[in-house]
């Protein structure tokens, strides 16, 4: 900053210790990386591939790898032009270093989400120069259930998540730094940032940033600087575009018309925009979101309120508010869409969290303590009486059972710490989560599992599916399970289409659509070819009639909702 736009003392401090690291914050540091690995990382391979994200993902990132085309993305063969590149690319790569199981495929959403805790910690310690601060706000952004939840879920808004942050806290660099050289390069860094996360997820990549750094410029009447520098940080985004831009433009010319259209002025404003949701519809949503923590809310709106003169705390309510209200707007909308808006959050929280504890005020830390027991305690009365009423673990399942009683109560026995010692454990809520993001997936009772984790059951019958010349599902969840398994892109669709109408629409692809009409003539003509392995989903009487449709001869294979039936080849 220049001397005309003297900083707070709390920054100018920083400037002078920034390179020091203390033993005391070595060891909070030491204690983010082990929380990292036991709750984000060791749990990736404890159970299987959520439908329908994840297996379409891995599906579509192994398939790049597989026929070496980095610059479209195919979805079981078929055009699939919802997102950019990037994203895919990451998934892909953690599949190409790690191998073509649960630990590649969601690696990229845990590293991604890793990296915005970090960019929590260093921003915090910016802006404060406090190691209790940089800790706190940290812990909490790592711990919020949203983000947790979704560090070990291969899909892209924790990739998109942690190149918004880049961006913003880029910025904040930029305009705090007290050398050129440091400037430029944060500059550079926003750059970047802005354009993978472009290639990630679109436009959206752009227009936060800007939608937070302009008003803030204007405010602290320093426009000047943003047109001296900006311009920069726009030629570097685009020079990480371009390439990418016209080679899909080249390979895929109808990319930039579907892409533009229907996933941002589609989504955004037509009333039959997919995920419609009513406005207010993340109101309630930012309270779950910031869980085990939503009772400090109140306090921080409030305190935020009281300091919003202050530059820091001026740019992180920009930061927060902007894009919820612009999220909020959009037609279109998904839980995972407010991300970008928690990392600000846990800022703010974490800085009133620390003013609490460095005053001694234990009331409004004890009060989320006695929330989250009564959630757990309600949650635990609610498995017992479900299970004791409709058994929804069966007897064979009661290490699954366990492993939910384990959970409920860890989440009490964690918050009740924080009731008792609120000023000495107040951040115990992040041991019950680590275990709730941890343990959970792996606890869901069968139903569950062969409901929305297909890939299990299909694994077991991997031998005989691998042995199999064609390939059939009625639903696109289990058929890109079956695809990725497989390693065969070619699953043909049985009386679905789903959100692959747009690459269906092609003629040259016409022969992947199978219809209950002439089923038959399919599934003769693949037999004369060899064996055909088909995935079925029953759950309603179109889906039994499907199957009713099918020759009988073949051998047949059920769990739940799930049917994996096998037909021999039959003579020409």
Not at 446 to 465: G, N, T, Y
Request: glycine share 6%; hydrophobic share 50%.
């Amino acid at each position: 900053m220049t001397s005309n736009h003297p900083l707070p003392d709390s920054v100018a401090q920083t400037r002078s210790v920034r390179h020091r690291m203390p033993p005391s914050e070595r060891w909070t540091v030491l204690i983010l990386i082990a929380a990292f690995v036991a709750f984000y990382l060791l749990p990736l391979m404890s159970h299987g591939l959520w439908i329908p994200d994840e297996t379409r993902y891995a599906q579509i990132a192994q398939e790049m790898s597989l026929t070496g085309n980095w610059i479209s993305a195919h979805f079981m063969g078929l055009r699939y032009f919802e997102k950019p590149i990037a994203g895919y690319w990451m998934i892909a790569i953690g599949q190409v270093v790690f191998g073509d199981n649960l630990f590649g495929v969601r690696i990229a959403s845990a590293l991604s989400t890793g990296l915005s805790v970090w960019l929590a910690y260093l921003i915090a310690r910016r802006f404060w120069n406090d190691p209790r601060k940089s800790f706190a706000c940290a812990l909490l952004y790592m711990s919020f259930g949203l983000i947790a939840g979704q560090a070990g879920y291969a899909n892209l808004d924790p990739q998109f998540t942690f190149w918004v942050n880049l961006s913003l806290v880029s910025f904040w660099f930029a305009i705090d730094s007290s050398t050129p050289r440091g400037r430029l390069i944060a500059w550079v860094v926003l750059g970047v940032a802005c354009g993978m996360g472009f290639m990630t997820k679109g436009f959206l990549a752009w227009l936060l940033p800007a939608l937070i750094a302009l008003p803030y410029m204007f405010w602290q009447r320093r426009v000047k600087e943003l047109l001296r520098y900006g311009p920069l940080a726009v030629v570097v985004a685009t020079l990480v575009c371009l390439p990418w831009a016209l080679a899909i433009h080249h390979q895929e010319p109808d990319f930039w018309r579907f892409f533009f259209w229907n996933e941002h002025v589609r989504r955004f404003a037509a009333d039959n925009a997919q995920h419609a949701r009513p406005w207010w519809f993340y109101l309630p949503l930012l309270v779950a979101s910031s869980l085990p923590w939503a009772a400090l809310l109140p306090t921080t709106f409030i305190q935020s309120w009281k300091n919003k003169r202050q530059p820091v705390f001026g740019f992180l309510s920009l930061w927060f508010a902007l894009p919820f209200i612009v999220f909020s707007l959009s037609s279109g909308k998904l839980p995972t869409y407010i991300m970008p808006c928690l990392l600000p959050l846990a800022l703010l929280m974490g800085y009133a969290v620390t003013e609490m504890l460095n005053q001694a005020q234990s009331r409004t830390i004890r009060i989320n303590g006695w929330l989250n027991v009564i959630i757990a305690t309600g949650a635990l009365v609610a498995l017992l009486y479900l299970q004791t009423t409709k058994e929804i673990y069966e007897n064979t399942e009661m290490f699954s059972l366990s492993l939910a009683f384990i959970v409920l109560v860890g989440w009490i026995i964690s918050n009740a710490l924080q009731i008792l010692r609120p000023l000495h454990l107040w951040a115990m809520p992040a041991l019950g989560i680590g275990l709730l993001v941890a343990l959970l997936p792996a606890a869901m009772p069968s139903q569950i599992v062969d409901s929305k984790m297909p890939d299990r059951f299909i694994a077991e019958h991997l031998d005989s599916l691998n042995q199999t010349t064609s390939l059939l599902s009625n639903d696109l969840g289990a058929a890109s399970a079956l695809a990725w398994l497989t390693k065969r892109p070619q699953v043909d669709l049985y009386n679905v289409i789903g959100e692959l109408k747009y690459g269906l629409s092609d003629p040259a692809v016409a022969n992947r659509k199978v219809t209950t009409e002439n089923v038959g003539q399919w599934m003769t003509e693949a037999r004369k070819k060899g064996s055909v392995g088909v995935v079925m989903r029953v759950n309603s009487v179109d889906e039994i009639q499907e199957v009713e449709r099918l020759p009988i001869d073949g051998k047949r294979y059920q769990r739940g909702n799930l049917q994996i039936l096998i037909f021999p080849q039959t003579q020409p």
